[in-house]
């Protein structure tokens, strides 16, 4: 192993909840075995926004990315651009084997995206929900366990995050500002009139597609594991997490001979303090004690839960001891008779049952999420109803009076997973992970369609080089043409010695291709390129066999506007219409369901293009692709945009924009579709015909490259060589 880049929100000694604990003593690990850098994120005002700060901890190499809060972006923090720009370098200079990401919050779902792009194998590790749960705990503002992430139940969280559009975060700022009741009036408003639901949809879109990109995903529990599958998140595998045998430290007894109650963590509303407060009080006991150890932090917003909560103790309210080291961990629990976990969120797998259990120390925990699957009631510790202050009140009673419980739950306490031999998992998990990167994406193959253009068709096949991949490059010269002098080493030419259109061009393309043994294959119009990674994302995303064919987001050359994120087709009139055109691009990730694929990239399954058959000859231009997808549709597979995936189209260079041929074929081919899509009868046939003939000679008259006499001929001569049967090359004219 070469190397491990390690990616957290924290890291000790500026961050000490368990996960960070734990990324530390996994760092400490490997590194015995290898290189390993750490990322994570700090909030420092005398450092500029991103930049980095390098240390050497421990033989750990640790980069500390500098992330202002709050941060401009808002809502949107979680795809900055910053993170993956740092770990595009750090990549580059350390040459990783893995990316393991353990946490993005504070950072970017880059991280992982850019890794793939790299083509450096990515393994996430869940410690909490946050791919599926904004505040990360699906735990609402309310105070209960959340049923699962929704649009308008995301709303009640983080309404006042979304609740104005993002170019006037400003104003969600200056209402964030008014505290708990701007917060309060924010979030109202949003579930009011549904205001940020696309916001929150589009972050589950990206998270979904973050760990669809992993080549592996970990739960260290079987409940985070299974409730993320019930989400939508599957594929996750269970590697328990790993433990440092400390040295124990000595145990004290009280002085008095009472039994010692204690709360080791961060002190906030999620973890159930105020439980275990009201739960002493009833317990009203003489004989115990209690000590909370850990710091209180603000909870969303919230600051004033340490008062509440010394409210709730009264007189007991010397109990709250504060924040400490957590290398006096073991001496802590030392002076501990019984450990309380009174979460009221699902916890994973808390580090402080394990230290309890190595530290002979019984535990009372929430009957729920990790804790439950982790500790066994009656045997190794006790268990109650979450949020439940009575029954809690009545565990504790127990351990305080029943004789021996406390001792004989200490010594069945079960043994954690040793750090070395979680090292151990973990070096078969990056083995398999880096197997997988190199399978995932098949093998691809590119048909580029060529007519008389063979500079742009080198710019095109060129484009989709990716030497990670090794993709098959075909240029297929749709007949007679100028000769390429500037095609790549590596680039096949198929010629053909006819124009015979697009649909049998490409189908000429990919039947090479499928001889050659590509499982995968691009059709690529000479006028189209793609951007970096866009080839490897399609592939990849075709490894799920309910897709047949998947496509990128396709952006104009002109003036980097969307062309097309998919196409709808208009029901039984056959009118395809593209998404989202005009609109201004934003990098996003994920991957959309659509009706139709645009012909000008798209990337096809070989096994659907066989059960499908091929693109339908008739039409020699345009629609072919709306038919394709169509039949795709009715044999009940799925067509996907993949977000991650950009390519940019030239438009109109195979015929020319200013020939009326193109309004000629849309006429011809439109009329086909509609016929091969919606058979009517006869009567109803007709009348539609004459709907979209008028659909076309609208077209016709709305642009302004043909003149519009000359468009309108077209147009009537489409039509009427659709009723003549005619396909393939216009009569006549070429291409």
Request: hydrophobic share 45%; net charge positive.
């Amino acid at each position: 192993m070469s190397g491990v880049l390690l990616v957290h929100r924290g890291y000790p000694p500026a961050s000490s909840g368990g996960s960070e604990i734990y990324v530390e003593a996994l760092a400490r690990t490997l590194a015995r075995r290898g290189p390993v850098t750490v990322l994570h994120p700090v909030d420092e005002a005398g450092a500029p926004d991103d930049a980095l700060r390098a240390s050497d901890p421990d033989g750990v190499r640790v980069i500390a990315i500098n992330r202002r809060r709050p941060r401009p972006a808002g809502f949107e923090a979680y795809r900055d651009a910053g993170p993956a720009a740092a770990v595009r370098r750090l990549i580059r200079e350390h040459r990783p084997d893995v990316v393991h990401v353990h946490h993005l919050d504070g950072l970017s779902t880059g991280v992982a995206f850019e890794a793939r792009r790299l083509g450096v194998p990515v393994v996430v590790t869940l410690h909490d929900f946050w791919p599926a749960c904004p505040l990360g705990q699906l735990f609402d503002l309310g105070g209960h366990v959340c049923a699962g992430p929704s649009p308008t139940r995301c709303l009640g969280c983080v309404g006042g995050q979304v609740a104005a559009p993002p170019g006037v975060s400003a104003a969600a700022r200056r209402l964030s500002r008014l505290g708990a009741v701007g917060a309060t009036a924010g979030r109202s408003i949003a579930r009011a009139t549904g205001s940020g639901a696309d916001r929150v949809a589009g972050r589950l879109l990206e998270m979904r597609e973050v760990l669809a990109a992993a080549d592996a995903v970990l739960s260290p529990s079987r409940f985070l594991r299974e409730r993320m599958a019930a989400l939508g998140f599957r594929g996750i595998e269970i590697v328990p997490n790993g433990h440092v045998a400390s040295p124990l430290a000595a145990r004290t007894e009280d002085a008095e001979g009472r039994v010692r109650v204690g709360f080791i963590g961060a002190a906030i509303p999620s973890k159930g303090v105020h439980v275990l407060a009201e739960a002493f009080r009833r317990l009203d006991d003489a004989g115990t004690t209690l000590a909370i150890h850990g710091p209180f932090l603000p909870y969303h917003g919230d600051e004033g839960y340490e008062d509440r909560v010394r409210r709730i103790l009264g007189p007991h309210a010397a109990a709250i001891h504060g924040p400490f080291p957590h290398g006096q961990v073991a001496a802590v629990l030392g002076r501990l008779d019984v450990l309380v976990v009174p979460s009221l969120w699902e916890e994973n797998a808390p580090l402080t049952v394990e230290e309890a259990f190595a530290n002979g120390v019984p535990v009372v925990v929430s009957d729920h999420g990790g804790l439950a699957e982790r500790v066994r009631h009656g045997i190794d510790g006790l268990r109650f109803p979450p949020g439940d202050a009575g029954a809690l009140a009545e565990a504790l009673r127990r351990l305080v009076h029943e004789p021996g419980l406390r001792a004989r739950l200490a010594a069945n306490a079960p043994p954690s997973v040793s750090m070395e031999s979680h090292a151990d998992a973990l070096a078969s998990v990056y083995a398999r992970a880096a197997a997988r990167l190199r399978a995932r994406p098949g093998r691809v193959g590119v048909v580029v369609l060529d007519h008389g253009r063979p500079a742009d068709a080198a710019r095109a096949a060129a484009s989709a080089a990716d030497a990670e991949i090794g993709p098959r490059v075909l240029v297929v010269r749709n007949g007679p043409g100028p000769l390429d002098t500037t095609a790549a080493d590596g680039v096949e030419v198929l010629a053909l010695p006819a124009n015979v259109g697009y649909a049998a061009g490409m189908n000429a393309g990919v039947h090479h291709l499928r001889q050659a043994g590509c499982d995968r294959i691009l059709l690529l119009n000479n006028d189209a390129v793609l951007e970096p990674g866009a080839l490897r994302r399609m592939a990849e995303a075709l490894d799920d066999p309910a897709l047949a064919a998947v496509g990128p987001v396709i952006l104009r050359e002109a003036d980097g506007r969307v062309e097309s994120r998919g196409a709808r087709v208009a029901g039984r009139w056959a009118w395809p219409r593209l998404m989202g055109s005009g609109e201004r691009h934003v990098a996003r990730e994920g991957r959309i369901d659509v009706p139709s694929l645009s012909g000008a990239a798209w990337m096809v399954r070989a096994d659907a293009f066989d059960a499908i058959g091929g693109l339908d000859e008739g039409f020699f231009h345009a629609f072919e692709d709306t038919d394709w997808c169509w039949r795709a549709r009715g044999a009940g597979l799925g067509l996907a945009v993949v977000l991650g995936a950009v390519a940019r189209h030239g438009g109109g260079r195979s015929l020319g924009t200013a020939s009326p041929l193109r309004l000629y074929y849309a006429a011809r081919s439109h009329l086909r579709a509609a016929e091969r899509m919606h058979p009517m009868p006869v009567p109803v046939r007709w009348a539609r015909h004459s709907v979209v003939i008028a659909l076309n000679a609208a077209h016709a008259m709305r642009q302004s490259e043909v003149p519009r006499l000359a468009g309108l001929l077209a147009v009537a001569r489409g039509a009427l060589d659709f009723t003549r049967g005619v396909t393939g090359v216009a009569p006549g004219r070429g291409r």
